[in-house]
C-alpha cells in the first residue's frame, strides 16, 4: 500500500489524493454508466486503485445519486399471498415510474432480514420497501444511521415512514358485522404479537366488543402465526372451550382457511354452526366452497404511498404512518346467529 495512505480501509479520498486529482474525478473516471475514459489520467486512476485495492462502495454511491431506478423490497416469503401481493403491487407502482423493484426473502427471520438487506445494498437500489418490521427489529435504526432511504410497508414501528393498512378500523369493522349479526361470543385468532398489523386488528376487535358492553373472555382470544395449520390449531383451541364461540374472526385470511377446514373437520358447519371472517381478500377466498367475509386491503394504495414517501427523500409528511381503509367484503362464512344443539356439545368433545 502506498506510504501516503493511512492504515485501514481505502477511500475515495486516498486514491484522489495519490493521484493528485478532485474526488469528483476519480468517482467521474470510476463510474461505469459514462463512457470509459482512456487519457493519461484515467490510466493513472485505474493504476492507482489497482495497487491501493480501493472497493467502490456502489450502494453508497447508487444512493448518493438516487438514479439507479431500482428499489429493494424485503419481506418475509413470497409463498405468503399477501405478501406476494404486496410485492406485485409495488412492481407496478414502480414500473409507472419506470423504475424496477428486487425483492429479497427474511423467512421471518431476524439475521435474515439484515442479510436481505445487505445483499439488495449491494445491488445498488436507491432505497428500500420492507414489510418486515417487528418488535424486536433493529434494521430501521441500523438503516437509519447508515443514511439508507427506507419505508415500512403493511407493519410499522411506530416511528419511521409508513405505509399500512388502517389494521384497527379493519379489525372494528370485521368484529362489529359479526356483533350486528346477533353474535356475542366471538373469538379471535390474534396472529403474531410481534406484527403491528394484528396487534391492531385485535385493538379493532376488542374496541368493537367494548362499545357493545362485552368483557373481553381472555380464553377467546388465542395468538397465532400467519400460516394455515396455526389457524387451524387455533380454531381446535376455541372449539375445545367449555362455551364455544359461534364466530371467528381470524386476523389473516391463511389462517381463516385453516380454522375452516378445523370447523368442517369437527362435523360444523360453516356459517350455520360458526360464523367466520379473514383479513386481507386473497384471491382464493372469493372461490372457496363457503366463500370467505374478510377484509379487503388495498394493496396497490399502499405501495404507491409507500414509493412516494420512499422517493420524496428527507422530507418527512406531517404524519410519518400513512393508513389506507379496509373494506369489509360479506361473503357466505357470516349469517346471523342461530347456535343449535350440536354447538354445546362441541366443547366438551375430545378432540
Given at each position: 500500500?502506498?506510504s501516503?495512505v493511512k492504515?485501514?480501509?481505502?477511500?475515495i479520498l486516498?486514491?484522489?489524493a495519490?493521484a493528485?486529482v478532485s474526488?469528483s474525478t476519480v468517482?467521474?473516471?470510476?463510474?461505469e454508466?459514462?463512457?470509459?475514459?482512456d487519457?493519461?489520467t484515467?490510466?493513472k486512476v485505474?493504476?492507482?486503485?489497482?495497487?491501493?485495492g480501493?472497493?467502490?462502495?456502489v450502494s453508497?454511491?447508487?444512493?448518493?445519486?438516487?438514479?439507479?431506478m431500482t428499489i429493494g423490497v424485503?419481506?418475509p416469503?413470497?409463498?405468503?399471498?399477501v405478501?406476494a401481493?404486496?410485492?406485485?403491487?409495488i412492481?407496478r407502482a414502480?414500473?409507472?415510474?419506470?423504475?424496477i423493484a428486487?425483492?429479497?426473502t427474511?423467512?421471518?427471520?431476524?439475521?435474515?432480514e439484515?442479510?436481505?438487506?445487505e445483499?439488495?445494498?449491494?445491488?445498488?437500489v436507491?432505497g428500500?420497501?420492507?414489510?418486515?418490521?417487528?418488535?424486536?427489529d433493529?434494521?430501521?435504526?441500523?438503516?437509519?444511521k447508515?443514511?439508507?432511504?427506507?419505508?415500512?410497508?403493511?407493519?410499522?414501528d411506530h416511528?419511521?415512514l409508513s405505509?399500512?393498512?388502517?389494521?384497527r378500523?379493519?379489525g372494528?369493522?370485521?368484529?362489529?358485522?359479526?356483533?350486528?349479526?346477533?353474535?356475542?361470543?366471538i373469538g379471535?385468532?390474534?396472529?403474531?404479537?410481534?406484527?403491528?398489523s394484528?396487534r391492531?386488528?385485535q385493538?379493532g376487535?376488542?374496541?368493537?366488543?367494548?362499545e357493545q358492553?362485552i368483557?373481553t373472555?381472555?380464553?377467546?382470544i388465542?395468538d397465532s402465526?400467519f400460516s394455515?395449520?396455526?389457524?387451524t390449531?387455533a380454531?381446535?383451541?376455541?372449539?375445545?372451550?367449555s362455551s364455544p364461540?359461534?364466530?371467528?374472526?381470524a386476523v389473516?385470511?391463511n389462517?381463516?382457511?385453516?380454522?375452516?377446514?378445523?370447523?368442517?373437520?369437527?362435523?360444523?358447519?360453516?356459517?350455520?354452526d360458526?360464523?367466520?371472517?379473514?383479513?386481507?381478500?386473497?384471491?382464493i377466498?372469493?372461490?372457496?366452497?363457503?366463500p370467505?367475509?374478510?377484509?379487503?386491503?388495498?394493496?396497490?394504495q399502499?405501495a404507491i404511498?409507500?414509493l412516494d414517501?420512499l422517493?420524496s427523500g428527507?422530507?418527512?409528511p406531517?404524519?410519518p404512518?400513512?393508513?389506507?381503509?379496509p373494506?369489509?367484503?360479506?361473503?357466505?362464512?357470516?349469517?346471523a346467529?342461530s347456535r343449535?344443539?350440536?354447538?354445546?356439545?362441541?366443547g366438551?368433545?375430545d378432540?
Amino acid at each position: 500500500m502506498d506510504s501516503n495512505v493511512k492504515s485501514g480501509r481505502v477511500t475515495i479520498l486516498d486514491v484522489a489524493a495519490a493521484a493528485g486529482v478532485s474526488k469528483s474525478t476519480v468517482s467521474r473516471i470510476l463510474d461505469e454508466r459514462l463512457p470509459s475514459s482512456d487519457n493519461d489520467t484515467a490510466r493513472k486512476v485505474r493504476q492507482i486503485v489497482e495497487r491501493l485495492g480501493y472497493v467502490r462502495d456502489v450502494s453508497a454511491a447508487s444512493l448518493r445519486r438516487g438514479q439507479t431506478m431500482t428499489i429493494g423490497v424485503i419481506v418475509p416469503r413470497l409463498t405468503d399471498t399477501v405478501m406476494a401481493m404486496l410485492y406485485e403491487a409495488i412492481a407496478r407502482a414502480c414500473a409507472r415510474t419506470g423504475r424496477i423493484a428486487l425483492v429479497a426473502t427474511t423467512d421471518e427471520q431476524v439475521e435474515g432480514e439484515l442479510r436481505a438487506a445487505e445483499s439488495l445494498l449491494q445491488r445498488g437500489v436507491d432505497g428500500l420497501i420492507l414489510a418486515t418490521a417487528r418488535d424486536d427489529d433493529d434494521l430501521p435504526d441500523i438503516l437509519t444511521k447508515r443514511g439508507v432511504p427506507f419505508v415500512l410497508a403493511l407493519r410499522t414501528d411506530h416511528k419511521s415512514l409508513s405505509s399500512i393498512g388502517d389494521d384497527r378500523l379493519g379489525g372494528y369493522l370485521a368484529t362489529r358485522h359479526l356483533l350486528d349479526l346477533g353474535h356475542r361470543r366471538i373469538g379471535i385468532i390474534a396472529g403474531p404479537g410481534y406484527a403491528s398489523s394484528a396487534r391492531g386488528r385485535q385493538e379493532g376487535y376488542l374496541q368493537a366488543l367494548g362499545e357493545q358492553g362485552i368483557v373481553t373472555d381472555p380464553d377467546l382470544i388465542v395468538d397465532s402465526t400467519f400460516s394455515i395449520d396455526a389457524g387451524t390449531d387455533a380454531a381446535l383451541t376455541l372449539m375445545r372451550l367449555s362455551s364455544p364461540p359461534t364466530a371467528i374472526f381470524a386476523v389473516n385470511d391463511n389462517t381463516a382457511i385453516g380454522a375452516m377446514s378445523a370447523l368442517i373437520n369437527l362435523g360444523l358447519s360453516v356459517p350455520e354452526d360458526v360464523s367466520l371472517v379473514g383479513y386481507n381478500d386473497i384471491p382464493i377466498v372469493g372461490c372457496l366452497p363457503t366463500p370467505l367475509t374478510t377484509l379487503r386491503v388495498p394493496f396497490d394504495q399502499i405501495a404507491i404511498t409507500a414509493l412516494d414517501l420512499l422517493i420524496s427523500g428527507r422530507t418527512r409528511p406531517r404524519e410519518p404512518i400513512q393508513m389506507a381503509a379496509p373494506t369489509l367484503i360479506p361473503r357466505g362464512s357470516t349469517m346471523a346467529n342461530s347456535r343449535n344443539g350440536r354447538m354445546a356439545s362441541v366443547g366438551a368433545r375430545d378432540t
